[in-house]
């Protein structure tokens, strides 16, 4: 059984460049999630598919975030203009029913 | 929206102790889960349990939903137990928004 998996697991980048990170889901998963987790707290929701539909969108995802899932199998989170607040682990999660199962994770660093 | 409260914030422990950890919660949930975030940051299933009692292995869990709380417990801990552990709810009006806590640091000592 193949786990959530992500890429890259680590990524640095300067300020103001864009850079995107794939979520493949558990198979047969239909539901995918985005989180962020910073230094010291629990992860924060940003966003939720239903196979292709974006169904629920945080107020932490601004308009520099961008995530898709076109044909309800990956998805991708682009970060646009990134900043050094930007700098953060972001976490995939999948599930089938509402337990939901995560991927190791993106390390982001923004220099 | 739901808000969820770990306690303690840290725990440090010999092994072979037991521990409970507590999380309240402030609004009626359709899920409730337990994870332990290892060194590296993946985040482990331990229960999914919004409401009664599980066990596996050395872990077991309760949630008593009526009173918006639920326990983690630990027996006989061992040093691969350290960690963070974080609760996570899905709020009664959400259909995929785990909120979390802030998580318990569990420290074993050998």
């Known amino acids: 059984d193949t786990g959530v998996s992500q890429d890259p697991r680590h990524k640095i980048t300067k300020r103001g460049q864009n850079v995107t990170f794939r979520c493949d889901p558990i198979?047969?998963?239909?539901?995918l999630y985005w989180y962020r987790q910073t230094l010291g707290q629990g992860p924060e929701f940003l966003t939720y598919?239903?196979?292709?539909?974006?169904?629920?969108k945080s107020r932490l995802l601004s308009d520099r975030f961008s995530a898709e899932r076109p044909k309800g199998s990956f998805s991708t989170l682009e970060i646009q203009r990134t900043e050094q607040g930007d700098s953060a682990m972001y976490l995939c999660?999948?599930?089938?029913?509402?337990?939901?199962?995560f991927g190791p994770g993106t390390r982001l660093t923004v220099l | 929206g739901i808000q969820v409260e770990q306690s303690p914030p840290d725990l440090i422990l010999q092994e072979g102790a037991n521990s409970t950890l507590r999380c309240n919660f402030s609004?009626?949930?359709?899920?409730l889960q337990w994870f332990h975030q290892n060194p590296w940051g993946q985040l482990i299933n331990l229960f999914y349990?919004?409401?009664g009692t599980k066990q596996n292995g050395r872990l077991s869990a309760t949630t008593v939903a009526t009173e918006r709380y639920s326990l983690l417990y630990i027996s006989s801990s061992q040093t691969t137990d350290s960690g963070v552990y974080f609760c996570?709810?899905?709020?009664?009006?959400?259909?995929?928004?785990?909120?979390f806590g802030q998580g318990t640091i569990l420290t074993v000592h050998p």
């Open positions: 999660a999948s599930s089938v029913t509402t337990e939901q199962f």
């Open positions: 198979s047969e998963h239909n539901r």
């Open positions: 598919f239903q196979n292709e539909a974006q169904l629920e």
């Open positions: 609004d009626s949930v359709n899920n």
């Open positions: 349990i919004p409401s």
């Open positions: 996570a709810v899905l709020g009664g009006t959400s259909y995929g928004k785990l909120t």
